[in-house]
């Protein structure tokens, strides 16, 4: 069994920064592209950012329009985990955020975390 189990969430100013992770466990063999969705009341699930694994291309990094400039994805993969830096949080950032990764246990499946609360608000 895989699971990914997210922490880092919580209340915090506008202006403010979270720093999000997620841990990958279980058996694994292989870990593809990394990354972060998040989804506000009332709104579907969107794309925050992901990031490729790094063995070919270095670690390629992709961030929707929204947070682009404010917030930073990284990832240790001999952790197999993955990190959200949230800088300059505002209000509209508010949503559960929800790790997600492409696994290879005995084949190559997406895998979702339980998702964490981040709440911007003064």
């Known amino acids: 069994q895989v699971q990914l189990v997210e922490s880092g969430g919580g209340l915090v100013q506008p202006g403010g920064s979270l720093r999000l992770s997620c841990a990958a466990s279980?058996?694994?063999?292989?870990?593809?592209?990394m990354g972060w969705y998040r989804q506000a009341p009332g709104k579907e699930r969107e794309l925050v950012a992901h990031?490729?694994?790094?063995?070919?291309?270095?670690?390629?990094?992709n961030y929707a329009a929204s947070v682009k400039g404010r917030f930073t994805i990284s990832r240790d993969n001999a952790k197999n985990t993955v990190y959200l830096q949230m800088n300059s949080l505002k209000p509209e950032d508010t949503a559960i955020y929800y790790c997600?990764?492409?696994?290879?246990?005995?084949?190559?499946?997406?895998?979702w975390g339980q998702g964490t609360q981040v709440t911007v608000s003064s």
């Open positions: 997600n990764a492409y696994i290879f246990s005995d084949r190559w499946d997406a895998y």
């Open positions: 990031m490729t694994d790094g063995m070919t291309d270095g670690g390629n990094a």
């Open positions: 279980g058996s694994i063999r292989s870990i593809g592209i």
